[in-house]
């Protein structure tokens, strides 16, 4: 299993940038599927992007509607990193955020119980 590390969160103001990181400190991130989720205190996580494997050649990437357009993901293959670029931020997007793993073949689900495992989740707070 590949083990997982997110930094990058912080407190901003509306309108901000972040910029999320998921380091694997071990196994490589090469051959699976990473997403980001995003869980608020009694909410289920939520999937908010999602990118293949195959997306190391430029293959699919997935974000949910309240993301688009604001949000990137990105993966760094030389340094196993995946990466959350945030921009435009709104209040609405705070939230512990935790990226994540699943096998190729799971890309298409969004639900949290076919990913794993997790990372502790970094906390990012949108407030003016």
């Known amino acids: 299993q590949v083990q997982l590390v997110e930094s990058g969160g912080g407190l901003v103001q509306p309108g901000d940038s972040l910029r999320l990181s998921c380091v694997a400190s071990?196994?490589?991130?090469?051959?699976?599927?990473v997403g980001w989720f995003r869980q608020v205190p009694g909410k289920e996580r939520e999937q908010i992007s999602c990118l293949s494997a195959r997306s190391r050649y430029n293959g699919p990437i997935k974000y949910v509607d309240s993301v688009k357009g604001r949000f990137t993901i990105s993966r760094a293959n030389a340094k196993n990193t995946v990466y959350l670029q945030m921009d435009s931020l709104k209040p609405e997007d705070t939230a512990v955020y935790y990226c994540t793993t699943t096998p190729f073949s799971k890309f298409g689900s969004t639900a949290a119980r076919d990913f794993g495992p997790w990372g502790q989740g970094t906390q990012v707070t949108v407030s003016s």
């Open positions: 071990s196994g490589s991130l090469d051959f699976y599927a």
